[in-house]
Nanobody, 122 residues
Framework: QVQLVESGGGLAQAGGSLRLSCVAS????????MGWFRQVPGKEREFVSA????????YYTDSVKGRFTISRDSARNIVYLQMNSLKPEDTAVYYC???????????????WGQGTQVTVLS
């Protein structure tokens, strides 16, 4: 069983920055890829970014490329999502996710965090 706990959401002005954190625990989480998804009311949950624990390979959806950066601190078991140049359309609940990397990037996830709200003001 893998446990994921997000933090770091909140309010930001357009053009500003926020950093989300996801602490992972459990006996097998290092076998998984880690990712971030987001969801707004009335829409499906959307893939944002993913990273492998075992190698610093990253993947982003087109709308966040060049603005968001995913990274991991292997010693502390934390995955980060640094969000810069935020736009009002980035407003959503952001979820941390874990699963086989090739499945996470297509939205098939084994474990979810509880979500953290990000609101970007115009």
């Amino acid at each position: 069983q893998v446990q994921l706990v997000e933090s770091g959401g909140g309010l930001a002005q357009a053009g500003g920055s926020l950093r989300l954190s996801c602490v992972a625990s459990g006996p097998t989480f290092r076998r998984y890829g880690m990712g971030w998804f987001r969801q707004v009311p009335g829409k499906e949950r959307e893939f944002v970014s993913a990273i492998r624990w075992t190698a610093a390979y990253t993947y982003y959806t087109d709308s966040v490329k060049g603005r968001f950066t995913i990274s991991r601190d292997s010693a502390r078991n934390i995955v980060y999502l640094q969000m810069n140049s935020l736009k009002p359309e980035d407003t959503a609940v952001y979820y941390c996710a874990a699963g086989p990397f090739d499945r996470v990037v297509v939205g098939t996830v084994d474990y979810w965090g509880q979500g953290t709200q990000v609101t970007v003001l115009s």
